[in-house]
């Protein structure tokens, strides 16, 4: 799979704060998250209590503390029950991308399933949002290695850029080897914009920095060191977080103590530390950076911000 980078430049190096890095959001509820899943199966969110209206929305006012915009990554599931949220993030100049539809994995997926996945996610987003969907990400980062299929899926139905190839070697999930910038790729079904998350590199190892547990469990300057080693080599580090990890009250599920640390731990220092974050480095959408700003499909909605609840 041929890589081919976003801007070359003769130093690969940007002077400090010229860089312009992305800040997105997987918006999803609490209990979608995989490490839930046996506990939080499909069959039962809808009984569960949903909190993602709320939390997005906490996050959305912390950008615009800041007057920033970022890329929301939007589940078609939470779209299709909250489709005022949807309104309201376009209403307000962010980015609408595709989570897919359910959070299933990709390596869990046939071809035809996840067709049907990021299909249906799109064609809800863009009537909600007004725009096109020009990106997507998949649930955990699960297009590893030999699931490369699914970037050509991605092409056929009509998306630009993916967020989901994270170039590092974990279990579950990680594209080891994998282009640690911003880059195309040429695939058989086109060329494909891939948007990978920030990693740190060191010791000869890339080391993942690009936000979620990584940003609440760790030393913030993990995170802070990988964003100034992306502008170091000039280019945009991408930076991630889910709505529920500022939600510091939501429902604490029967889990094992190694995940019950993984998902809740730090809840309280993620809010705090965004605010450092949006202070100390400039984020915009990935559809920026890419230079395609969503066309409009039909008529913005006025009332939309006033309709997110």
């Known amino acids: 799979m041929k890589t081919v980078p976003l801007h070359p430049t003769a130093s690969g190096r940007a002077p400090r704060g010229a860089q312009v890095h ?3 959001v997987d918006v999803e509820e609490y209990f979608h998250a995989s490490a839930l899943a046996s506990v939080a199966p499909m069959p ?3 009984r569960l ?3 993602v209206v709320a939390s997005t929305m906490s996050l959305v006012e912390l950008l615009a503390e ?3 915009q970022g890329t929301f990554f939007v589940l078609g599931w939470v779209a299709e029950r909250n489709p005022g949220l949807v309104r309201a993030l376009a209403a307000q100049g ?3 991308a595709s989570h897919g539809w359910d959070h299933r994995l990709i390596t869990d997926s046939k071809p035809a399933e996840f067709r049907e996945s990021v299909r249906r996610s799109k064609a809800v987003l863009e009537s909600l949002a007004g725009r096109a969907v020009l990106g997507f990400r998949a649930p955990s980062f699960s297009i590893v290695r030999g699931q490369e299929w699914a970037l050509d899926v991605l092409l056929e139905e009509g998306y630009r850029y993916d967020s989901s190839l994270f170039p590092v070697r974990r279990r579950g999930y990680g594209y080891a080897g994998g282009a640690w910038q911003p ?3 040429e695939r058989p079904a086109g060329r494909l914009f891939e948007v990978p998350p920030a990693t740190l590199r060191g010791l000869g190892a890339s080391l993942p920095a690009g936000g979620g547990a990584y940003f609440r469990l760790l030393p913030y300057g993990l995170v802070r060191s990988a964003l100034l080693q992306h502008e170091r080599r000039g280019a945009p580090g991408t930076f991630y977080i889910h709505p529920w990890e500022v939600d510091e009250a939501q429902p604490r599920l029967g889990v094992s103590r ?3 640390v993984r998902h809740y731990g730090g809840l309280e220092r993620t809010r ?3 605010r450092r974050l949006l202070r100390e480095f400039r984020f915009r959408t990935i559809a920026e950076t890419l230079g395609a700003e969503p066309r409009p499909t039909h008529a913005d909605d006025p009332e939309a911000l006033a309709s997110a609840g």
Do not use: A, N
């Open 22 to 24: 992305h800040f997105t």
């Open 44 to 46: 039962v969110w809808d």
């Open 49 to 51: 209590e949903s909190r």
């Open 66 to 68: 800041r007057g920033t």
């Open 94 to 96: 962010h980015e609408v």
């Open 183 to 185: 880059h195309w790729l």
């Open 258 to 260: 190694l995940t019950r």
């Open 272 to 274: 705090p530390r965004l």
